[in-house]
């Protein structure tokens, strides 16, 4: 149990473009996601949490505008990359909670995006 | 504001060896604190998780052990093998989202 998938696995864009990413629950419900980026060599950075039905609560220093995200379902997520660059170029990472487990509320995680931006 | 900080940064050794990855956090405050994989190019793998009331857990060949007050855990892993060699992230919740650590970058040399 406690699947959660991404989509898509990698993408390749040009700069200017704007990239969407799922990140979907499949075996259970969240009410929270989380995404995370992670740079060549770098740990995980959270950029924002995401709450169903409510906006994203964003990191200090993540524009909102740029990284737009949608949690329109207990099982979805998305997260949209808006006139990407270069520097966006990075590993997105999803991360749901379960709300059916227990007090201790374990971050399940995605395989993750790779997103190229040329 | 928590910090996590993994050390050593890298490590390699030889099969068969056993070995120690280390992890302290500045806030003893957590609910939690897990450790995962994390192989090249790919996603996080869970391997294991301690709740702040435990003191240490064990999955197979590995043993993460919690010392909350003091604010550092570490994760041994024992007889190395070469499929071992990943980077090893270590995470800690408390009210906030998981926080990571750098990783340490290991090496099994067969």
């Known amino acids: 149990g406690a699947v959660v998938s991404q989509h898509p696995s990698w993408v390749i864009c040009k700069s200017g473009t704007s990239v969407k990413i799922e990140c979907r629950s499949l075996d259970f419900q969240a009410t929270t996601m989380f995404w995370y980026r992670q740079f060549p060599k770098q740990s995980l950075m959270l950029m924002a949490t995401s709450n169903e039905g409510s906006k994203a609560t964003y990191e200090q220093g993540v524009e909102k505008d740029k990284f737009l995200i949608n949690h329109a379902s207990l099982t979805l997520s998305t997260l949209t990359v808006t006139s990407a660059h270069p520097e966006d170029s990075s590993f997105y990472i999803c991360?749901?909670?379960?709300?059916?487990?227990?007090?201790?509320?374990?971050?399940?995680f995605g395989p993750g995006t790779r997103l190229t931006v040329l | 504001k928590q910090e996590v900080t993994q050390i050593p940064a890298a490590l390699s050794v030889p099969e068969g060896e056993n070995l120690v990855l280390n992890c302290s956090f500045t806030d003893s405050a957590i609910y939690n604190l897990q450790w995962f994989r994390q192989d090249p190019g790919k996603g996080l793998t869970s391997l294991l998780l301690i709740q702040s009331s435990q003191r240490e857990q064990t999955s197979g060949r590995l043993n993460a052990s919690l010392d909350k007050s003091s604010g550092r855990s570490t994760l041994y892993i024992a007889a190395s093998q070469p499929g071992d060699s990943a980077t090893y992230l270590c995470a800690v919740r408390g009210n906030t989202p998981l926080v990571f650590g750098k990783g340490t970058r290991l090496s099994v040399i067969a």
């Open positions: 991360s749901a909670r379960d709300v059916q487990t227990s007090s201790y509320n374990e971050q399940f």
